[in-house]
């Protein structure tokens, strides 16, 4: 399957994402999930796709992102969720997605920092950090 294209983006294309960058005001820190996730080289679909980071979604067809879109915005297409910031085995939705370290799958920022996640995992049984709560 072939990978999203970041590096050659058609000019006007890429004009198109600075400017939805700048006019839905896109946090650095939300631009630094962005940038982990591409780095992870995502698998293009074929057709319409995105990724919800929580506070933003980027949309895309084949193997290009085409805009930006804010939380509560509506996305077409198929959820991609390749190296998304997931923990566990089924996404809220209920939709397949990659099963890691065995637990349930929701999105890690939604918590509270000091928030601790026991493992089902019978190797990891411990108590949680002091200062932290269920």
């Known amino acids: 399957m072939p990978k999203i294209e970041w590096t050659s983006l058609p000019a006007a294309l890429r ?7 700048r006019e839905r005001k896109i946090s650095a820190e939300d631009l630094y999930q962005l ?8 698998d293009a679909p074929d057709g ?8 933003f979604k980027i949309c895309g067809a084949g193997k290009y992102p085409k805009t930006f879109l804010l939380r509560g915005q509506a996305a077409k297409g198929k959820e991609l969720w ?3 910031n997931l923990v ?6 209920g939709s397949s997605a990659p099963a890691l370290f065995g637990a349930v ?8 920092k000091h928030v601790w996640i026991p493992s089902q ?14």
Request: overall charge positive; glycine content about 6%.
């Open 35 to 42: 940038k982990l996730w591409r780095e992870s080289e995502p």
């Open 15 to 21: 004009e198109h994402l600075f400017e939805r960058l």
């Open 82 to 84: 390749k190296h998304s």
């Open 121 to 134: 995992s019978a190797r990891c049984r411990s108590r949680p950090p002091a200062g932290t709560r269920w």
């Open 105 to 112: 799958i929701f999105r890690a920022r939604s918590l509270p």
């Open 48 to 55: 319409f796709w995105y990724k919800d980071f929580g506070s």
């Open 88 to 93: 566990g085995a089924t996404s809220p939705s």
